[in-house]
């Protein structure tokens, strides 16, 4: 699946990913529809680096 139709099929926009293509900070209603539709968990699609480690 491309990152575009992945984007369409949760109903986001190209800024929102944009923004996770850059690391940058997303909300989490995102978040929650990319794991609803791909049918995982949040440590699936990401993890959590303190940021004195980035």
């Known amino acids: 699946m491309k990152k575009s139709q992945l984007r369409e099929a949760v109903g986001a926009s190209k800024s929102t990913f ?3 293509g850059k ?3 997303v909300t989490l209603p ?3 529809n990319i794991c609803e539709y791909l049918e995982c968990d949040f440590g699936d699609i ?4 303190p940021e004195n480690e980035v």
């Open 23 to 25: 690391n940058e900070n």
């Open 46 to 49: 990401m993890e959590a680096v």
């Open 18 to 20: 944009a923004k996770l």
């Open 30 to 32: 995102v978040l929650l």
